[in-house]
């Protein structure tokens, strides 16, 4: 029996009933990628390695849902890009494989609307996402973290996968969900995805669209500032070195309105350069790294459109 004679086209579930359906008595390997659509060679590279760990019977759901928890009055929910459509056609191409069969036994994607996910409103129970989520990305966003772990688990819940996957672009996220899975004890497998670029460097992001020509070229020194931490890196600085090297580019650079620029542990985020940013370490004097792993992490608006970039560097 070829693959494809077992392939079922995917299947679009737009409520918790047609979920549970749809996964009602499937025992296959399941992964599951959770989005917020508008969807780019990004979530395709998560959808392909979720493909990748379910194998040729398993199955791949792709959450579709853009989250009113995780955006703060001001921010652009009623804006966020909306391409239901388009995406499903990508994640089924992704899927394909070369002969036009498909790579995997099932797709699901499941594109609830806030009633289907809220279906009593606001929450009551909430999730305090700890304190990595309150410097960087959570100074500036305070709810939005606690906002993406409410979705995280309640789409964990509903679909029940042993995989998930989440990019390494959000490091942030991918920090606070990896804990909430292992303080939780969730039994799901976190697996992170590289961050892609278009070929000039700029990381892909939904958000990208918002930017005009000009900034579209003016944000790519996000991308140079991150370069320029890796050289001094490579060339033997410390994480404050590392730090100066990046912010050094970010700020010379036009157009661009530095948010942070900091280096910090990938996992607790407790500062690592000495600059005041990430969670106070325990240590003192030990801030300043020296040696080991450090997330060196960047965020710049650029007009009203705040960019967020990162790369893992090893000092020493
Ligand atoms: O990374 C995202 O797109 C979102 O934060 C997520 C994980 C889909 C939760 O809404």
């Given at each position: 029996m070829t693959h494809a004679s077992h392939y079922a086209a995917p299947v679009l579930a737009r409520t918790r009933e047609e979920l549970a359906a749809a996964l009602a008595c499937d025992a296959a390997p399941r992964a599951v990628v959770m989005t917020m659509g508008a969807l780019h060679q990004g979530h395709f590279d998560l959808v392909a390695e979720a493909a990748r760990r379910v194998g040729p019977d398993g199955t791949v759901v792709v959450t579709i849902f853009v989250n009113p928890l995780q955006f703060a009055a001001g921010e652009d929910l009623d804006t966020y890009p909306r391409s239901l459509e388009a995406d499903v056609v990508g994640i089924s191409a992704t899927l394909a494989r070369e002969d036009g069969t498909p790579a995997v036994g099932r797709l699901v994607v499941f594109a609830p609307t806030p009633e289907v996910m809220y279906p009593d409103g606001e929450p009551s129970v909430r999730l305090d996402p700890g304190p990595a989520a309150t410097v960087l990305e959570g100074r500036t966003r305070p709810t939005h973290f606690a906002g993406v772990l409410q979705v995280v688990l309640t789409l964990m819940h509903l679909t029940q996968p042993r995989w998930a996957l989440f990019g390494r672009k959000d490091a942030q996220q991918l920090a606070v969900v990896s804990a909430m899975v292992r303080d939780l004890a969730v039994p799901v497998e976190i697996v992170p995805v590289d961050i892609r670029r278009e070929p000039d460097g700029l990381a892909m992001s939904s958000?990208?669209?918002?930017?005009?020509a000009e900034q579209r070229q003016q944000a790519l020194a996000l991308s140079r500032a991150l370069g320029a931490g890796r050289e001094a890196a490579a060339a033997g600085a410390d994480a404050a070195g590392v730090r100066a090297a990046a912010l050094e580019v970010l700020a010379a650079a036009p157009g661009v309105e530095v948010d942070y620029v900091a280096v910090v542990d990938p996992l607790s985020f407790t500062e690592r350069a000495g600059a005041g940013l990430g969670l106070a370490p325990a240590g003192g004097e030990a801030?300043?790294?020296?040696r080991g792993e450090v997330l060196l992490a960047v965020a710049a608006r650029l007009g009203t459109t705040r960019l967020i970039d990162n790369t893992l560097l090893t000092l020493g």
């Open positions: 958000r990208n669209v918002y930017l005009s801030a300043v790294a020296t």
